[in-house]
């Protein structure tokens, strides 16, 4: 089991629906992270919150948008996904630090197996 | 040039064998470094991070970095069946940012 909790594990959506992942963290982290993970890649960094702010987007598409509505609690909304959108969806959080290169572990999620029908 | 490389594997070991897993980065202001296993179908898991040049001990693991070579690598000493999983090697960038490598494929044959 993870510090880190993300819910559902795993949804299948239409192309036409909304939907939200949820993550949240309970260790105090004030940094999280969104990451997708295509089948036998690494984790590809999508967005990240530092102290509730967006500070990184990777220019994700805007059918896919962040919401960090507090310290603990970070969502994902999702609407009219494509099917290459199918993928593992990860949350991450770790202890922020304002400096310029962070030295602090990111722990994972269990992860949202998402699949656009 | 990827910013973080590593040998895709699959690298097979005996068990009770030594693993090692290597990473070379290109950022040379990059000042931490992750190692992660992911199991199939599961999410990464941290294992590793080491910061400063030399070894790191941790029960059977141990990391070793090299900034002047750029190089970070993970060795498992007595290698178990249940080891066998993906390496992921990461370096921290700007901004909280984490870059992975491709990720070793390790098997550990019993």
């Known amino acids: 089991d993870t510090e880190v909790t993300q819910t559902p594990k795993h949804l299948v959506m239409g192309m036409t629906n909304k939907k939200s992942l949820k993550c949240e963290q309970h260790m105090g982290h004030r940094a999280m992270y969104w990451y997708k993970q295509k089948a036998k890649k690494p984790p590809e960094l999508m967005f990240v919150?530092?102290?509730?702010?967006?500070?990184i987007n990777e220019s994700v598409p805007s059918r896919f948008s962040p919401e960090c509505p507090n310290s603990s609690l970070l969502n994902l909304h999702l609407h009219a996904l494509q099917p290459e959108d199918s993928a593992l969806y990860l949350c991450?959080?770790?202890?922020?630090?304002?400096?310029?290169?962070?030295?602090?572990?990111?722990?994972f999620g269990d992860g949202t197996r998402l699949s656009i029908l | 040039q990827k910013e973080v490389e590593q040998n895709s594997g699959p690298l097979s070991v005996p068990e009770g064998a030594i693993a090692s897993l290597n990473c070379t980065y290109s950022d040379r202001v990059s000042q931490s470094f992750f190692w992660y296993r992911q199991y199939s179908g599961k999410s990464p898991e941290l294992i590793m991070s080491?910061?400063?040049?030399g070894d790191k001990e941790d029960g059977r693991f141990t990391a070793q970095l090299n900034k002047a070579s750029q190089y970070v690598s993970l060795l498992i000493r007595d290698s178990q069946p249940s080891d066998s999983a993906t390496y992921l090697c990461a370096v921290k960038r700007y901004g909280n940012k984490l870059v992975f490598g491709a990720g070793t494929i390790l098997r550990v044959k019993s």
């Open positions: 991450a959080s770790s202890q922020a630090d304002r400096g310029d290169y962070s030295n602090q572990p990111q722990h």
């Open positions: 080491i910061y400063s040049n």
């Open positions: 919150y530092s102290y509730e702010k967006l500070s």
